[in-house]
């Protein structure tokens, strides 16, 4: 059962708190860039970081804190090679607003992989 209750903590509380919380940060920035949309939409990317990771925090393997950090900095490397980046000055802004909600996104991933190993909550 904690298993349930972490995976949903992690996946659909994490995700709507993520959502909310870029949507915010944005909404203060002020006018954030319309970047080309291809590739992976960023609601799978998080989902499947955040099943990961909750995963590897709920099994406890070795080295989960340096995995997610290593994470987090792969995703802003290959975002600050944007093509968009270079033409608008506020797209670097976009990029640490993303890098914020991965920390974000992160923290729910923690947080649902220490109640499914029983040790939150």
């Known amino acids: 059962m904690q298993w349930i209750i972490g995976l949903v903590f992690s996946l659909v509380v994490g995700g709507f708190v993520t959502a909310l919380f870029l949507r915010a940060i944005r909404r203060a920035l002020g006018d954030m860039p319309q970047l080309s949309r291809t590739g992976i939409p960023a609601w799978l990317t998080g989902g499947i970081e955040r099943l990961f990771f909750t995963v590897l925090v709920g099994l406890n393997v070795s080295g989960f804190p340096t995995a997610m950090v290593g994470w987090l900095a792969l995703k802003l490397a290959t975002d600050w090679n944007h093509p968009d980046?270079?033409?608008?000055?506020?797209?670097?802004?976009?990029?640490?607003?993303?890098?914020?909600?991965?920390?974000v996104s992160m923290l729910f991933a923690l947080i649902g992989g220490l109640i499914c190993a029983g040790k939150f909550l």
Do not use: Y
């Open 85 to 103: 980046w270079k033409k608008k000055s506020a797209a670097r802004e976009f990029a640490v607003s993303a890098l914020l909600g991965g920390l």
